[in-house]
């Protein structure tokens, strides 16, 4: 017996790059939080820097999500991994 193939996700425009800002810079936060409780560094530092390297991380994060939205829109007959 065959498995069904799973539907094609419909076409969308990337998300803008304040969500990937956001999203880039809580991953750091988390990231980084652990270490910095075991050294008691300060969290509010801690949430600034993590800023700053969400601001750096999400043009390059946006352009990831591009690319994979362009190859997903390249293929239309495969199935969706």
């Known amino acids: 017996m065959t498995e069904p193939v799973p539907a094609r996700l419909p ?3 990337p998300r803008s790059l304040v969500v990937h800002w956001l999203v880039d810079s809580a991953v750091a936060f988390v990231a980084t939080v652990f270490l910095a409780w075991l050294v008691a560094f300060p969290l509010i530092p801690l ?3 993590s800023l700053v390297i969400g601001a ?3 043009p390059y994060t ?3 999500e591009m690319r ?3 190859a ?3 293929h239309p007959g495969s199935p969706s991994p």
């Open 62 to 64: 946006r352009r990831a």
């Open 72 to 74: 997903r829109a390249e």
């Open 47 to 49: 949430a600034v820097i």
């Open 68 to 70: 994979a939205l362009a």
């Open 56 to 58: 750096v991380a999400a």
């Open 11 to 13: 076409p969308r425009p």
